[in-house]
């Protein structure tokens, strides 16, 4: 039986299907005592729902029909069309009222009316196993108000059909009407610094140090790459920084006075400061590695340290996922590895065999 709606402390593995990789990431974390800020995913079922409500396969097959992805006029054309026809449509009565107390619920639980929220896309094949759809989708920061969380999640839903993310989905092989999109929503932090890390060393893929990414402000800069970021390396064991990269940051993503996200100018010392104390750095990297023994692979994650929490506890996970690009090497040299095994001497690979029992066993 499945529900619109999750909170994070509710998820379980088997709603993974419902909720997309982030949702069930975040779900998780929480689960795994991992400091997550709190929230909830309006599940694949609200956008079932709203689609059949207003018939939205008909129009899908009737601008879909026939699309040339070597003709980018024409989709950015059928695209446009398309998501304006989504979040425009009207969200089915029940899915509506359900996010609606679900925002009100979070506020009530953090103490804040209207509380300002992150709406996040979580496609159900973001984070399949054969393709990286991670940053395809459309994520609103510093919502606030329940008409313009609901506003958030249908333009959510219409990211499923940005001009690039259909292209890909077509190069891929996916239907496009069976793909489906949950929407995260979290309270929102007020982040310092933000950015990414990676459980291994994106350069050469080596395991023993946790990366960092990391600049002023919201991390959307860093993931965006519109801001060039301070660059570090941990030690997993000592925790020690082995790298130490100081960019000069030209602009930061920080909250306006009105409540927007806004790209402000970065001048004198502080553009050439490092956005992260040496506690923070490595307070991030053994959060990154727990994430990495619970779930068992190497993790690209997002995270911040937030100004609302005091020295010590402000560090937060916003997102853990598993690292596509060496996984992806170490997959294809394994199956490379085991192809000329078979083609070549077959009393070679016997003999390593007995030699080596746990060589054909995965690590």
């Known amino acids: 039986m499945t529900t619109s709606i999750m909170w994070f402390e509710s998820y379980w593995e088997g709603m993974k299907p419902e909720v997309g990789g ?35 396969d008909a129009t899908l097959v009737r601008l879909l029909h026939g699309l040339d992805v070597d003709d980018m006029a024409m989709v950015s054309d059928r695209c446009s069309r398309i998501r304006s026809h989504i ?87 996916y239907d496009h009407r069976s793909v489906e999109m949950s929407v995260v929503v979290q309270k929102m932090v007020r982040p310092i610094a933000a950015g990414v890390a990676f459980t291994l060393n994106p350069s050469d893929g080596d395991r023993s140090t946790v990366a960092i990414d990391s600049a002023w402000g919201f991390g959307e800069g860093v993931v965006s790459g519109e801001v060039t970021p301070d660059n570090f390396l941990v030690d997993k064991v000592l925790y020690e920084i082995s790298r130490r990269k100081v960019a000069t940051k030209e602009v930061e993503f920080r ?28 307070a991030i990297a053994r959060l990154a590695r727990t994430a990495e023994k619970h779930y068992g692979c190497p993790q690209d994650i997002e995270w911040a340290v937030d100004m609302d929490l005091p ?53």
């Open 87 to 173: 979040e425009t449509m009207a969200m089915d009565p029940d899915v509506e009222q359900r996010l609606r107390y679900a925002y009100a619920e979070l506020g009530r639980r953090c103490g804040v009316e209207d509380v300002p929220v992150a709406v996040r896309s979580s496609a159900t094949s973001e984070d399949s196993p054969d393709a990286s759809f991670a940053g395809e989708h459309d994520t609103y920061l510093w919502v606030r108000g329940a008409d313009n969380v609901v506003d958030a999640v249908r333009r959510c839903w219409a990211s499923l059909f940005t001009d690039r993310a259909t292209c890909y989905r077509v190069e891929m092989g």
């Open 22 to 56: 982030k949702a069930s990431s975040l779900g998780e974390m929480t689960g795994a005592g991992l400091p997550v800020p709190p929230g909830f995913a309006l599940t694949t079922e609200s956008y079932r729902k709203s689609r059949d409500a207003v018939n939205l």
């Open 255 to 282: 909250l306006s006075d009105e409540g927007h996200v806004e790209k402000v100018p970065l001048e004198g010392e502080r553009a050439s400061e490092s956005s992260l104390t040496d506690p923070q750095l490595k």
């Open 311 to 363: 020295d010590g506890e402000n560090v937060v996970l916003l997102q853990s996922r598993p690292e596509t690009v060496w996984s992806k090497k170490a997959a294809a040299e394994a199956a490379a590895k085991a192809t000329a095994a078979g083609s070549g001497d077959m009393m070679a690979s016997i003999v390593s065999t007995l030699m080596n029992p746990l060589h054909s066993r995965n690590k």
